[in-house]
């Protein structure tokens, strides 16, 4: 424990998941955020969301990373969104065995998220573990037949694709109930031919999906650095420097995503 401690410089988590949401919420408090999507980031970890969740219910949405081709749907009971890396977990979005997930979604009017595009862990990395993971998986055009199967599902792409933006816009402007998350530092723009500015990924996203699907989010992750004020300030100034109007703003930054969760 305090190898890893000392290679990650993390605060590493208290063994009570109600501690860890405890100081979620005294950071989100000290930050002026209302509310937050937290996500159980291995398979197997819902319980640690929905206990954390359970103490703050207005507060904290809990989500959960799941591998579908292990997974037990009571296990999802309470959660708000699935989270799938196909990817990492080395299987199509269109295989059988994801299908139970969007059947779950569409019955209990639930969320489900999809990763697409560049996938690094950085935990991973300082630990020194192989990410033995595929890209073949992550192409967001492959989300098109399941999202044209489940219309009532919404489906969210983070991070505008990570590197696929062309490919999540094509997706996005075939199927309204696609949404983009925009958290992360967005460091797949330096793959785009030219190198993209974070105002001009806003602008097309903008202009495909409108502000009613764009998602807010930071990856914020663990404890000293907390919330991401530098992600927020960033797309707070892309926003800004398209004109983005105020009540748009609003949306983007908490209103869509309060919309769909409340399903």
Known sequence: MEAARALLAWDLPEPAPEKLGNRWIEELDRQGVQAAAIIASIPGDEASVLAAAKAHPKRLFPYAMVNPKSLQLDSLAHVRAACL??????????????????????????????????????????????????????????????A?????????????????????????????????DTSSSNDWTKFQTPAMQLRDVFRQSLDVLGPSRLLFGTDSSFFP????QPVFDAQVMALYELGVAGTEAKAIFGENLMRILAR
Do not use: T
């Open 85 to 146: 890396f196909p990817a990492m977990h080395l299987y199509s979005i269109q295989d059988e065995c994801v299908r139970p997930v969007f059947e779950w979604a569409q019955r209990e009017r639930r969320v489900v998220f999809v990763h697409c595009g560049v996938l690094s862990l950085g935990i991973r990395n300082k630990l020194g573990l192989a990410s033995p993971f595929d890209l073949r998986f992550s192409n967001p055009v492959d989300i098109h037949a399941v």
């Open 148 to 180: 044209l199967r489940y219309p009532e599902v919404p489906i969210v792409v983070p991070h505008f694709g990570a590197g696929y933006l062309r490919e999540a816009l094509m997706l996005a402007d075939l199927c309204p109930n696609v949404y983009f």
């Open 225 to 228: 650095r907390g919330w991401q």
